[in-house]
């Protein structure tokens, strides 16, 4: 590991299939950082494993083992600090976030979800965009705030919702979209080209629009192409 690059922090409560992504992302130099650490609130989650077979230190606070949310996240803060960690990457982390915590860390905490941003924040996005009949998904990387799912949208990626689609089928063809965009958006803001100030999301300086950057729109070499 180069003591020289920025450090990530990963926190997954699951599979851990964008955990997955940004090993190869940063092994392969899509993303210049390394994993400092990958973080799980849940023992059991599958992307502990992952971690481990790629030589990655992992840390599982059992979120069941503390009195409140309060408790918990000010032990996430201790460990990351701990970590000397420089950026956040939640994937699939499937806690809320105290506002405390997510100000300590404002501007180098990101999360991807599973909708075009603004639209349909929170659960069963597929789903709720399959019964109100719109004709595309997709997904989006933000900076989190203390508003759910509501922090600046950084990129997002659009996919055609098919006629026969459920939200199953959706979400399985939205998935490596999202493992293409999310070391896209986290590479441009380790390059300082994307960052968070006053609560609004800029890129070269210029602010970004409120569904953020349409990742089919980038150049190939911000893309990751």
Known sequence: ?????????????????NLQAFI???QGGQVSADIG?????????????TAAQAGLETLVLDHKRFPSREAFDAELARALHSAKIDLII????????TADFVNQFQGRLVNIHPSLLPKYPGLNTHDRAIDNGDSVAGATVHYVTPDLDGGPPIVHVKCPIRPDDTGASLAARLLPMEHMIYPAAVQLHLTKRVYLAGGHAYFDGKPLPPDGIDWAALPAQDAHL
Do not use: D, K, Y
Request: aromatic residues 2%.
């Open 37 to 49: 650490v990958v973080i799980s609130n849940r023992p059991n989650a599958g992307g502990l494993q």
């Open 24 to 26: 190869q992302a940063c």
């Open 90 to 97: 939640l994937a699939g982390f499937m806690r809320i976030l």
């Open 1 to 17: 590991m180069n003591e020289l690059r920025p450090r990530l922090a990963v926190l997954i409560s699951g599979r851990g299939s």
